[in-house]
């Protein structure tokens, strides 16, 4: 407790608020901070909650069934997406997509982890620019397992190519596959307010944050 002066020159008793410890600074650094946070240890956790992230995004959008449709799919990649050519993709969703075919959750999976290599595929992607060749579906495979180190299954390029091949000439528009991807990666920064759904994603990206600034506040003690 410590004391202060008032107006009037009285002491008035306050009583100071101690210092509370959430729940990931104490299972980072314990209870009172003495535990060191390793490398190996922070970034397991966050590939863990990645994986969770994706499964649960995996889950809303395939409206709880163990596969997504490609139409949902589509509708995942395209969520935060408000580009002139927002109807062209559509366009191509309704018809080049065929009904009643579907993604796994592994394949899923693989195109978040291409997602996390936008800068080592753009690279890519400007070589094809730069020798003024088109980027067809031999390709873009190639380039993703450069910049990835794996492949994706030839269901999610057939289905991204369909999507992103706005002149009808089997070639990807990599320009505008890149900025949906990047604006994909930055969801929340454009957020219509009439969806719960994006209402959720909100509230993940501002509790995200907030635990990401107590993890390096205590940084400075622990973190090596």
């Not at 506040?217 to 622990?222: I, L, P």
Request: with cysteine; glycine share 6%; net charge neutral.
């Amino acid at each position: 407790m410590t004391v202060k002066t008032n107006e009037t020159g009285g002491q008035e008793p306050t009583v100071k608020e101690p210092e509370v410890n959430t729940t990931l600074q104490m299972h980072f650094f314990g209870k009172r901070g003495e535990r060191k946070l390793h490398y190996k240890e922070f970034r397991r956790f966050m590939e863990n909650l990645q994986t969770e992230v994706q499964e649960m995004e995996f889950l809303q959008f395939s409206k709880g069934l163990s596969f997504m449709r490609k139409e949902d799919f589509a509708e995942w990649l395209l969520f935060f997406t408000n580009t002139e050519n927002k109807d062209i993709y559509w366009k191509n969703v309704r018809e080049k997509l065929s009904a009643g075919e579907s993604i796994s959750l592994d394949e899923f999976k693989s195109f978040c982890h291409f997602t996390t290599h936008l800068e080592d595929f753009a690279i890519a992607m400007q070589m094809f620019h730069l020798a003024h060749r088109p980027v067809r579906l031999a390709e873009f495979k190639r380039a993703v397992k450069v910049a990835t180190g794996q492949e994706l299954s030839n269901n999610i390029l057939d289905t991204v190519f369909k999507i992103f091949d706005l002149d009808g000439d089997e070639c990807l528009s990599h320009e505008e596959f890149l900025g949906v991807l990047k604006n994909r990666m930055h969801r929340g920064l454009w957020v219509p307010q009439h969806q719960s759904v994006q209402e959720y994603w909100k509230c993940v990206k501002k509790e995200s944050i907030k635990g990401v600034k107590e993890v390096w506040k205590q940084a400075g003690r622990g973190l090596l």
